[in-house]
């Protein structure tokens, strides 16, 4: 297993930019692929990217690409999402994940989770 910690959430204005966090501790972190889900008050969990075990690849939901950028640092046990041009329906908790062996956009799939950071755009 692997505990997730996400920090880096707040208050934003429309078209401004944060930097998430989520830092691992447990197993080997390099194992596992990572991603990045988000829930709105009254909606479903929704993918928002995935990056794999080397971080050589990305994936990324319609709704941010272009926008948001995953990545990752093995050394340091951490997972990054940059989010720029923020738009108000990007208002939500924003939760980190972990997955061995699939890498994807299933939530179902991932078993390890953070506890979850709130992001707020304002206009």
């Known amino acids: 297993q692997v505990q997730l910690v996400e920090s880096g959430g707040g208050l934003v204005q429309a078209g401004g930019s944060l930097r998430l966090s989520c830092a691992a501790s447990g197993r080997t972190f390099s194992d596992y692929a990572m991603a990045w889900f988000r829930q709105a008050p009254g909606k479903e969990r929704e993918f928002v990217a995935a990056?794999?075990?080397?971080?050589?690849?990305?994936y990324y939901a319609e709704s941010v690409k272009g926008r948001f950028t995953i990545s990752r640092e093995n050394a340091k046990n951490t997972v990054y999402l940059q989010m720029n041009s923020l738009k108000l329906e990007d208002t939500a908790v924003y939760y980190c994940?972990?997955?061995?062996?699939?890498?994807?956009?299933?939530?179902?799939?991932?078993?390890?989770w953070g506890q979850g950071t709130q992001v707020t755009v304002s206009s």
């Open positions: 994940a972990a997955a061995k062996g699939y890498y994807g956009s299933n939530w179902r799939r991932y078993a390890e």
């Open positions: 990056i794999g075990w080397s971080g050589g690849s990305s």
